[in-house]
């Protein structure tokens, strides 16, 4: 190891500053371009000893948690809260920017959708039992050092005031030393709470949880390894006005503000469209939206997903036809002969992408499409696919709902 002073250039892919070097770039966490700092060299990693010259971009962090001063530790849950929001949702746009770039993609990238604290409605955390108490909280950063946290400016008011009663609830859980995650879904009618990663669950254990959220307010459901172990109140999210109820630690997108923003995009861009295949649906999240104004064909992998999108169409008056169908995508995409009856596709896919699936679509004759993506470089793959085929991008919008993160989402719009 070994100690040098040194310029930030820019930053990385993951918010990390970097410096140029002989044998390639120095990673340096929570620095920012034009900071001059000394830092410690281990191989790419470099760790700030005194920041010489600080960044004017450089802003006070918003969580006691966050960075190497950080109480309990430096919280893995955000990268970024020392930028200020120029330079940070410059980077997020750039991201997506560079993306395209990488495939040759020339295309109006429109401003970021953003994302302000106390809007994640969706969140991960980590617990262990210790001998002194049950840590709860993120990881820090490559490592299996929980921070245990007492507040998160991140997430939404009706998860961070219930910290306390997740607490109470995971240490009931907590069997042994091992760690385990608790999925945090923020719905109507309280906290949906899927625990994942406990080898065994006793009966004492399970009668010690049902228990603690009996008594405890504003727990909607507890699951363990997808198993529901009680339900006060069916936990519901609601889609434009329409209510469904997730399956235990089910996909949904992590801010509902976000989630609108995505959907108004997907609706203007169907315009009239009649008949539209929504692939990788998920529960619902836009094909729902889009029964209100035509025929949807609604595909997806996990069948209690997409029971439950069933569910919420039949009992949801005014829509148009709602059908389903449990495909893999991936190993067997809608073929362009399927293809050929919908005036519009909407696909959003795992971080994996959907090349397989956007190979058949770019024989396909459908007029309208638009991809969502929350991994701008298989994003970026799949568009190029889609534009050697014959379509062109008319628009790609970048959109944040994980603050102070180096993740972004992006939706793209295309017309062939």
């Known amino acids: 190891m070994s100690a040098e002073t040194a310029t930030i250039e820019r930053l990385g892919l993951q918010g990390d500053g970097i410096v140029s070097s002989p044998s390639g770039p120095v990673f340096v966490p929570f620095t920012l371009p034009g900071e001059r700092v000394t830092m410690a060299v281990n191989k790419q990693q470099g760790t700030v000893m005194s920041l010489l010259e600080p960044s004017p971009d450089r802003v006070a962090p918003a969580c006691r948690h966050f960075g190497p001063e950080g109480e309990n530790g430096t919280c893995g849950g955000c990268t970024l809260q020392h930028a200020g929001d120029d330079l940070y949702h410059a980077f997020k746009r750039q991201i997506v920017i560079d993306a395209l770039r990488s495939r040759g993609i020339e295309t109006e990238v429109a401003p970021l959708v953003i994302a302000r604290p106390g809007e994640r409605r969706r969140t991960v955390f980590t617990a262990r039992r210790t001998e002194k ?62 625990a994942e990663g406990i080898k065994a669950l006793s009966d004492r254990h399970r009668q010690q949880a049902i228990e603690a959220v009996l008594k405890l307010r504003g727990i909607a459901r507890l699951a363990v390894n997808g198993e529901t172990i009680v339900e006060p109140l069916k936990p519901l999210i609601t889609f434009d006005g329409i209510a469904v109820s997730p399956p235990p630690g089910g996909f949904a997108q992590a801010s509902a503000v976000a989630e609108a923003a995505m959907a108004e995009l997907v609706m203007t861009h169907l315009g009239k469209a009649k008949r539209v295949a929504d692939l990788f649906a998920g529960t619902g999240t ?63 896919p795992p971080r994996a992408g959907a090349e397989a699936q956007c190979r058949e679509l770019a024989r396909s004759t459908v007029k309208t499409i638009v991809a969502i993506s929350c991994n701008p470089q298989t994003l970026a793959r799949d568009l190029s696919i889609l534009i050697e085929g014959g379509y062109r991008v008319t628009k790609v919008t970048p959109v944040d709902q994980f603050l102070w993160s180096s993740h972004v989402e992006a939706v793209a719009t295309l017309t062939r």
């Open 133 to 194: 108490e049950l840590l709860l909280g993120y990881n820090q950063t490559e490592s299996h050092h929980i921070v245990s946290i007492t507040e998160c400016p991140i997430a939404s008011p009706g998860i961070v005031s219930r910290l306390a009663a997740i607490r109470i609830i995971a240490a009931a859980l907590a069997a042994s030393a091992e760690p385990f995650r608790i999925t945090v879904l923020e719905t109507t009618t309280g906290l949906d709470l899927a």
């Open 286 to 348: 836009f094909a729902l939206r889009m029964a209100r104004k035509g025929r949807v064909h609604a595909v997806e992998s996990e069948e209690k997903a997409l029971k439950a999108l069933d569910l919420a169409a039949r009992n949801t008056q005014g829509l148009k036809p709602v059908s389903i169908e449990k495909r893999d995508l991936f190993r067997r995409p809608m073929m362009t002969s399927e293809l050929k009856v919908y005036d519009a596709v909407v696909f959003d």
